[in-house]
């Protein structure tokens, strides 16, 4: 207190972490008191609940992950109460971690959620995140020891998915709205917004506004922690279609939010380019061998009689599908504990597809001019089946359905097929959580990548030299961090080659795709369920999302899958 008090960046006293309170404590607070009366005191013990609550007198109250319904016990507390550690990111459960990065995305979602309801709590003061950077340190053996790659910031302090959405949720500056309805010719577009700042008026910010080739600045008289409407008038050209990038800027801290509103529809629905010139071609069904084969003018379908698997798919001479459909239904996972010097490692990839599978039917027909493979199956986790339905231009929609035979929690579940490995290119456009992404960040909006990198320094971050690439870029077995992660909510995804050909998933916003190298080959999993993941102290606030399965229930799902040929 003697060394720190004359900071005027220190708000609150902190008498110690994670301790119990006793006679000791208290005569530490009136010590404290006595030094400097002009600030306020917490100390940390949970204060309320049946664990290490020992009754601490310090004038704030503190709470560590107190969940989802933490600020209603903020609101009923005598004391304002501060949350000296919520919302922990994803950390302990790394064999899901080391499968798919897309975790560190998915948990923006419960991290914003939680940090509304807190800024509407009167009482409830806010709270910290553990920790900042991750506490981990690199051995000359190569190993990676310490307590947890828990921060939004990585040893080598490179943003990580989270760190965006930090900065977004507490954001000062709040567009609730994705995007615009488009307004009579000649009106203002109204956008609506929420002042969050606690002292700064809007009107102290420059807001900067673009549609299309149009550009211009305007104002917003809008007091702190009021709500009010931003207009922007860009003169004639018609909006439909448009959008319009908003910037917010403080003179002295430079950006402060960023929004790229569409007007008149959600962009990403239309589908993309390169997808409407398959022209029908009269379908050929036989028996070849082993195999249903199925043949149009420029495209190949061959399927395992046995199976009822796709052997190879090909366009033009070019194969696009060499392997699935197979049910997975991935179940949570917790495992894997804190990166000390006596654990592991290494954690296995958790991709498995369900186990088990014997096929009871394969039947092929032809009607209305498409074939259709209808295929019952059984697996260890479910049974049922699926139908290939293949139309004259080589499109394949795949409709599955299958009941449960066991109790399952999924992290997710939905079809794989295998693709082979020179379809390393994966793109797509989707539906996010805000409406402007870093481009370096695994859950922007659109974008493309590689399963891996030509960079001779990609892979798994270490002690020799300090990297010169994106987070994105650390690379396993599986590929980089962008390639294997869980790309959500999608209009449409494709995995091609160097010549741009390959396959096209297209989709409604409502189902996720990922991607992983498996050997010599690249899967492609097409959920209609993934959450953001079984981490123990994110866990109340992911499960909201939980869809648990007992035996009995039944899951189903449609996948349309397209050429991407030139």
């Avoid at 948990?107 to 509304?116: E, I, L, Q, T, V």
């Avoid at 553990?130 to 190993?143: A, E, K, N, R, V």
């Avoid at 997808?275 to 050929?284: C, I, Y």
């Avoid at 993934?530 to 799902?557: Q, T, W």
Wanted: proline share 6%; charged share 20%; aromatic share 10%.
């Amino acid at each position: 207190v003697a060394f720190n008090r004359r900071h005027p960046s220190i708000l609150i006293w902190s008498l110690a972490n994670e301790s119990r309170w006793s006679p000791l404590w208290a005569k530490v607070l009136e010590a404290v008191e006595h030094y400097d009366p002009t600030r306020p005191t917490s100390f940390h013990d949970q204060c309320y609940g049946g664990y290490n609550n020992a009754g601490s007198t310090a004038q704030i109250a503190n709470m560590h992950y107190p969940g989802p319904k933490g600020p209603e016990q903020a609101a009923s507390q005598e004391r304002p109460l501060l949350f000296g550690e919520y919302c922990h990111l994803n950390a302990y459960n790394r064999y899901e971690l080391v499968t798919d990065p897309g975790l560190r995305d998915a948990w923006g979602r419960g991290f914003k959620a939680m940090w509304d309801k807190m800024y509407r709590t009167r009482g409830c003061l806010g709270g910290a995140l553990w920790s900042g950077i991750d506490d981990t340190f690199y051995l000359p053996s190569g190993h990676t020891v310490g307590y947890g790659t828990w921060g939004p910031i990585d040893g080598w302090r490179r943003p990580k998915p989270e760190y965006y959405h930090v900065r977004k949720t507490y954001s000062p500056v709040r567009i609730s709205v994705s995007y615009l309805d488009a307004p009579n010719a000649g009106d203002a577009l109204a956008i609506p917004v929420e002042n969050r700042h606690d002292f700064t008026n809007l009107r102290e910010l420059e807001i900067q506004w673009r549609i299309g080739n149009q550009a211009g600045q305007t104002q917003a008289d809008i007091g702190p922690h009021e709500t009010g409407q931003l207009f922007v008038k860009p003169g004639l050209t018609p909006l439909q279609g448009q959008v319009l990038d908003l910037k917010f800027i403080h003179p002295d801290r430079g950006v402060v939010d960023a929004y790229a509103l569409p007007i008149g529809k959600k962009s990403g629905q239309e589908a993309p380019e390169m997808t409407s010139n398959l022209a029908d071609q009269s379908l050929t069904l036989s028996d070849q061998d082993d195999a249903i084969v199925i043949q149009g003018k420029t495209f190949t379908y061959e399927i395992d009689r046995r199976s009822g698997q796709i052997m190879r798919a090909d366009f033009n001479g070019v194969p696009i599908l060499v392997g699935g459909p197979e049910l997975l239904v991935l179940p949570l996972n917790a495992e894997g504990g804190t990166q000390m010097t006596k654990e592991a490692q290494e954690f296995a990839p958790f991709t498995e597809v369900c186990s088990g599978r014997t096929v009871d039917r394969v039947t092929a027909r032809q009607e209305d001019g498409r074939i259709v493979i209808e295929v019952s199956d059984k697996y260890t986790q479910a049974y049922g089946g699926y139908r290939l339905i293949i139309d004259s231009q080589g499109r394949l929609n795949l409709e599955y359905s299958y009941e449960m035979l066991q109790e399952i929690s999924p992290r997710q579940w939905g079809m794989v097929v295998t693709v082979p490995k020179e379809l390393d290119t994966l793109s797509w456009q989707r539906e996010g959580l805000w409406t402007v992404y870093p481009k370096d960040h695994i859950g922007r909006l659109c974008g493309t990548t590689r399963a891996f990198v030509s960079n001779e320094h990609c892979g798994p971050s270490g002690p020799r030299m300090q990297p010169d690439y994106a987070w994105m870029l650390d690379s396993s077995p599986l590929g980089t961090n962008d390639f294997r992660s869980t790309k959500e909510t999608i209009y449409h995804a494709a995995l091609t080659n160097n010549m741009d050909c390959g396959v096209l998933v297209l989709s409604d916003g409502r189902q996720h795709v990922r991607t992983w190298i498996n050997n010599q080959r690249i899967m492609l999993l097409v959920a209609e369920y993934s959450n953001a993941g079984a981490e123990r102290f994110f866990r109340s606030h992911a499960a909201p999302e939980d869809r648990p399965l007992k035996a009995g229930d039944m899951i189903k799902g449609s996948v349309h899958l397209e050429p991407r040929v030139l």
